[in-house]
């Protein structure tokens, strides 16, 4: 049974940085982050395959990157000029054979971390 663990969320200003870590399951895996908002459905916000080929959803391009640090086992989500629209739950994920045009969709992971919580304030 994979378990994914997140960690890394907190509270912040807007323009300040946060870094999200979640141990990965292997380097066959691809890996997605998205993040829910109260009341709201989770959504997609990066995600990176077996090859290192990172996507964005387009709110965080330039300012969120996603990597790999294949000698621990993890998977960190750089999270730069924080806004408070990007408040919400943190949610890992992990998932294999998972085809470019499904990177975004929540169904398509097999597995998933608790959550970590990133709040910007204005």
């Known amino acids: 049974q994979v378990q994914l663990v997140e960690s890394g969320g907190g509270l912040v200003q807007a323009g300040e940085s946060l870094r999200l870590s979640c141990g990965a399951p292997g380097r066959t895996y691809t890996m997605g982050w998205f993040r829910q908002a109260p009341g709201k459905e989770r959504v997609f916000v990066a995600a990176?395959?077996?090859?290192?080929?990172?996507y964005y959803t387009d709110s965080v391009k330039g300012r969120f990157t996603i990597s790999r640090d294949n000698a621990k086992n993890m998977v960190i989500l750089q999270m730069n000029n924080l806004q408070p629209e990007d408040t919400g739950v943190y949610y890992c994920a992990a998932g294999q054979r998972i085809i470019q045009s499904s990177l975004r969709s929540a169904s398509a992971y097999d597995y998933w971390g608790q959550g970590t919580q990133v709040t910007v304030s204005s």
């Open positions: 990176i395959r077996r090859d290192n080929s990172a």
